[in-house]
């Protein structure tokens, strides 16, 4: 049977769960996971990093608002209206079809802003606990039971939960 993680259930609690029973969950202990290990999950579970999508341009990204059923209703019932002559009805849908298309380009636009903020502040480095030394890493190296040492002024390399804290501050400013 194997015993290390392949999927991870997103109604799984492992903030509130015992520490030892995280721990036996990844299949690690203090000591961390031993180097072949950790290369192992890493080829298992592929890098640390958020996927990189390539952007939409702002027109490709307009013309997809219109891509939806309710969408193509009103402008059936822009159609249906033209044909029956109520010019102002007509002209009242097209008006709310093009503003809904506007504001969901807007909205698109900084979402994407919002997730290269995100991406810019990840840590690059992270120390790790590997057969129990610790060891600076590139924090994209990170697998599932890395044990990760926190100090002042880091950033948090990826999803943790936290095992020992000591007079522990979080900024979280800039994630709001």
């Known amino acids: ?5 392949t999927r991870f259930a997103p109604d799984t609690e492992y ?3 015992d520490a030892a029973a995280v721990l036996h969950r990844f299949s690690t202990d203090a000591n961390g996971l031993a180097p072949a290990e950790a290369a192992q999950r890493l080829l298992r579970f592929g890098l640390n990093r958020l996927t990189e999508h390539k952007g939409r341009g702002p027109l490709l ?6 891509h939806n059923v309710l969408i193509y209703t009103l402008l059936a019932a822009a159609a249906v ?14 008006g709310v079809v093009v503003i809904n298309a506007v504001i969901g380009v807007i909205q698109e636009g900084k979402a994407e802003q919002a997730l290269a903020a995100i991406r810019r502040m990840l840590s690059l ?3 790790v ?3 129990g030394r610790r060891t600076l890493i590139d924090a994209a190296t990170l697998v599932p039971g ?10 948090v390399p990826a ?8 007079n522990l501050r979080i900024e979280e400013a800039s994630l709001t």
């Open 1 to 5: 049977m194997n015993n290390h993680p």
């Open 15 to 17: 903030h509130a769960a």
């Open 61 to 66: 990204r307009f013309l997809l608002q219109f």
């Open 81 to 94: 209206t033209a044909v029956l002559g109520h010019w102002v009805d007509t002209a009242v849908i097209v």
């Open 125 to 127: 480095k992270a120390t």
């Open 129 to 131: 606990v590997r057969a």
């Open 146 to 155: 890395d044990i990760v040492v926190i100090q002042s002024g880091d950033r």
């Open 159 to 166: 999803d943790l939960r936290l095992f020992q804290v000591k």
